[in-house]
Nanobody, 120 residues
Framework: QLVESGGGAVETGGSLRLSCVAS????????IGWFRQAPGKEREMVAC????????YFLDSVKGRFTFFSDNAKNSVYLEMNSLKPEDTAVYYC???????????????WGSGTLVNVSS
């Protein structure tokens, strides 16, 4: 099970930190990442790490603004989002996959999502 938290409403330029706690498995062995879907748009892979020692993929539009990190002791991953823009508004999902692979539609486990709303 994956449970996200930390979404909310912020103004342009603001920051949020999303959290995702995994239960029932140790995510360190999994690919794990953050995805988002805005109303009327297709899902995007925002950030994803294929394995604990792999590089993290970032969507081009969030590079330099978003940071992905984990806390193994808490079996949690985080998405630190800075300089938020209205186009970042979406429901953000945490997802995990095993064997570890980051892909848009094939992740094995999904959280229920947390809404991020950035106002102009």
């Amino acid at each position: 099970q994956l449970v996200e938290s930390g979404g909310g409403a912020v103004e342009t330029g603001g920051s949020l930190r999303l959290s995702c706690v995994a239960s029932g498995f140790t995510f360190d062995d999994f690919a794990i990442g953050w995805f988002r879907q805005a109303p009327g748009k297709e899902r995007e892979m925002v950030a994803c790490r294929g394995s604990s020692d792999a590089n993290t993929y970032f969507l081009d539009s969030v590079k330099g603004r978003f940071t992905f990190f984990s806390d193994n002791a808490k079996n949690s991953v985080y998405l630190e989002m800075n300089s938020l823009k209205p186009e970042d508004t979406a429901v953000y999902y945490c997802a995990a996959d095993y064997p570890p692979s980051c892909w848009l539609d094939g992740m094995d486990y999904w959280g229920s999502g947390t809404l991020v709303n950035v106002s102009s």
